[in-house]
């Protein structure tokens, strides 16, 4: 069983650029799709990225053209760069192994990385 911790995130303004990371512990890492998903304070949960075991992502249509996600298998690794941030991204984010393909997270999370995008 893969456990993952998501770490990086902080505060920026407007326009600003921040980079998440999720990393991994298990030797079967390489076999999983990992999604990133995010909760605003008084909203459910959203996906928002997704990557596959041999690098095919998808995004929530907020997020294209602005985040990147991308993986080193090498580093059990999964990260999300983050360009262009709005006030509206601000949330808390989590990173999740997928149990179905592109956007069926596993039903267990980790305490998630604050993001703050202030205006």
């Known amino acids: 069983q893969v456990q993952l911790a998501e770490s990086g995130g902080g505060s920026v303004q407007t326009g600003g650029s921040l980079r998440v990371s999720c990393a991994g512990s298990g030797r079967t890492f390489s076999n999983y799709g990992i999604g990133w998903f995010r909760q605003a304070p008084g909203k459910e949960r959203e996906f928002v990225a997704s990557i596959s075991w041999n690098g095919v992502a998808d995004y929530t249509e907020s997020v294209k053209g602005r985040f990147t996600i991308s993986r080193d298998n090498a580093k059990n690794s999964v990260y999300l760069q983050m360009n262009n941030l709005k006030p509206e991204d601000t949330a808390v984010y989590y990173c999740?192994?997928?149990?179905?393909?592109?956007?069926?997270?596993?039903?267990?999370w980790g305490q998630g990385i604050q993001v703050t995008v202030s205006s």
């Open positions: 999740n192994p997928l149990q179905q393909w592109p956007r069926t997270p596993l039903d267990s």
